[in-house]
Nanobody, 123 residues
Framework: QLQLVESGGGLVQPGGSLSLSCGAS????????IGWVRQAPGKEREVVSC????????NYVDSIKGRFTISRDTAKNTVYLQMNNLKAEDTAVYYC????????????????WGQGTQVTVSS
């Protein structure tokens, strides 16, 4: 059973940076597209970024384009989300999620989920 674990969340001031990591146990991430999904209080889950299993395609929602970068390190079995120029509206619980091969903009299609990590952007 694939298990995902996020790390790297925390409290940061507006304009600051954080780097989230999604590690895996119980299997390799090589066959999975990985999405970063966030959920703010009172809002629905939103797939903000995704990377295909081969790393060849990356997707971003408009609100984070130019600020966030998703990447994967096959050797470390880890996917990253580098978040720069953070804004208050980025505050949310961030989950990494996996599904076979291809990305999706719909969180419901992802099969495996981490427990989430809190990102709070506040002065």
């Amino acid at each position: 059973q694939l298990q995902l674990v996020e790390s790297g969340g925390g409290l940061v001031q507006p304009g600051g940076s954080l780097s989230l990591s999604c590690g895996a146990s119980g299997g390799t991430l090589d066959f999975y597209a990985i999405g970063w999904v966030r959920q703010a209080p009172g809002k629905e889950r939103e797939v903000v970024s995704c990377i295909t299993s081969d790393g060849g395609v990356t997707n971003y929602v408009d609100s984070i384009k130019g600020r966030f970068t998703i990447s994967r390190d096959t050797a470390k079995n880890t996917v990253y989300l580098q978040m720069n120029n953070l804004k208050a509206e980025d505050t949310a619980v961030y989950y990494c999620a996996a599904q076979f091969y291809y990305c999706s903009a719909y969180s419901r299609v992802f099969h495996y989920w981490g427990q989430g990590t809190q990102v709070t952007v506040s002065s």
